[in-house]
DNA sequence: AATCTGTCTATTGTGGATAAAAGACAAATA
DNA sequence: TATTTGTCTTTTATCCACAATAGACAGATT
């Protein structure tokens, strides 16, 4: 086969959720924008849904048969992109499998053990070398360098430079500025956890992502935006991957970017900077302690 | 066709030259060992050198037969990689030509005005966007972001950061270790353009690059170095394109790093943050003049 | 007049095929 | 015994084909 259609299952997934909600669907191009897919595959769910007896389908006129029910929603794994696939098969690999440096990584055998063609994996590969933890050797395999102390000695090192540099951006922000109400937001999203935190801490791994990246684009300059992803992808499996006193940990997070928060709030770089270096001082050890 | 062999033309004609100073050739492991390639090519090129008429071989006797004249080696065009050839044709489009910042990028035009397949192109792309001028739309095209003076300003900042936190450690650096006998070696280099400046000041982007790649290596942090990656490229082009005042400008510069290097010396973090701030600051004046 | 739909074309994403290059292993040689 | 060579296998780099998806344009509809 030469693609699958995920784009497609997708957004026929998030289209029915639009279409519970409604008895008559919007124009194609509305829809398009609505999913963020093109006509084109706007047509092929109309159509898919007019099979389905879901709706009935006469140019404008988008009539809503029935609600969807379970079984009319694709599986999630059909849904998920390739290289969301490749991706996460392969940091299962390399995080929580004995990955050991200076291993040798084959394309094709990784190709076939994730059941794909090599050149997705290969460009897979050529995307993720940006996060330093694989190397090309030319017309010769990929070496993991591998997730050890020193890589996150390294990464934690410019990480703290450019959320320091970013942090002094940040205050600096006059209030009209639309990333102090996203900050707004963020914290009441960190009171409501807090204080429910038995059953919610799960959540802190994506809000702590929200922040920092926040943080990161007041700095206005895509070098050190861009460099947050790496930080996120590696933050992001950590959490997946090391869950001893995940409570205790993402508690004191919490409360330690509720202190940054009110100390970018108050404009004071100082304050800032101090709050900003007492939170990735208590991040980096902890990532560190995660690492044999 | 599958696969150029450039690996082999580039290695047979650096063989020639090895080939050129000797009687008899070494063993295949060892002309492997010196020309970077696995055996098979080694006897790719022997065999190749045999019907030349340059050899005889057989089995461990090599025995040459005769100098190697202009026409034995291949031209050099025929010898350049895939990838480089589109590196330099897609720079040579968005920076000498008139490329604007938000034009789409065409994988399948690109690969026919190339003259190459779009997997190879695809991968350039993906490889290229790290460094910030071009964009992904998934399932539709690449923009360009075009080397704009946002891009330069950015670029800057972020380099400004990593040189200044480099050179504090290489003032740190002990005495015995090897960086510093590389550091004389350019200082002569430089001493030796300067004093014939008016022949040789094209030779400074090259040492220019291996300077302050040494500098950054000094922070022994991979993110640092290879962000270097990306400055060597925007210089490395930027050199070539704009030649306005040039002799003058690398003169400058040249002061400017041998002021620098004296400064490292010193072990005198002061004075090497100053000598580096100064220098960095007319870089960044350079490389702004010639954005429009 | 503005938007929508029908239809068609162009481009991307992905698997598969193949030559080039790397590399493994045993037999040969110094 | 340590290299080197002959032979064979494996892997990468690259092209190509084709379905999925995006996107363009004219005619239809409000």
């Not at 497609?8 to 897919?37: I, M």
């Not at 059953?199 to 947050?228: A, G, P, T």
């Amino acid at each position: 086969m030469a693609k699958q259609n995920t784009v497609f299952k997708d957004a026929y997934n998030r289209c029915l959720k639009v279409l519970a909600e409604t008895s008559s669907l919007p124009s194609e191009p509305e829809l398009g924008q609505v999913l963020g897919v093109s006509r084109t595959t706007v047509r092929a769910i109309l159509g898919r849904f007019e099979e389905a007896k879901l709706i009935t389908w006469d140019k404008r006129k988008k009539i809503v048969l029935r609600q969807p029910q379970p079984e009319d929603y694709f599986p999630a794994e059909e849904t998920d992109s390739l290289a969301e696939i490749i991706e996460r098969s392969f940091m299962r690999r390399i995080l929580a499998g004995g990955a050991e440096p200076g291993m040798q990584i084959n394309e094709l055998e990784l190709a076939r053990e994730i059941g794909t063609g090599t050149t997705s994996v290969r460009e897979f590969l050529i995307r993720f070398s940006r996060f330093g933890l694989i190397e090309k050797r030319p017309n010769s395999h990929w070496i993991l360098k591998g997730f050890t102390r020193e890589f996150a000695l390294e990464l934690t090192e410019v990480r703290e430079m450019f959320e320091l540099r970013s942090a002094a951006s940040f205050v600096a922000l006059p209030d009209s500025h639309p990333a102090w109400q996203e900050l707004s937001k963020i914290e009441t999203l960190h009171r409501e956890i807090l204080a429910d935190i038995d059953n919610r801490y799960k959540e802190f791994s994506e809000l702590d992502e929200r922040f920092h990246l926040l943080v990161h684009k007041s700095s206005s300059n895509r070098f050190i935006i861009d460099f947050y992803d790496i930080i996120a992808i590696v933050f992001h499996y950590h959490y997946q991957w090391n869950k001893t006193n995940a409570r205790q940990r993402n508690a004191r997070a919490l409360e330690e970017h509720l202190a940054y928060i009110e100390a970018l709030r108050s404009h004071d770089p100082k304050r800032a900077e101090e709050a900003c270096r007492r939170h990735l001082r208590s991040a980096r050890e902890t990532l560190l302690q995660s690492i044999p």
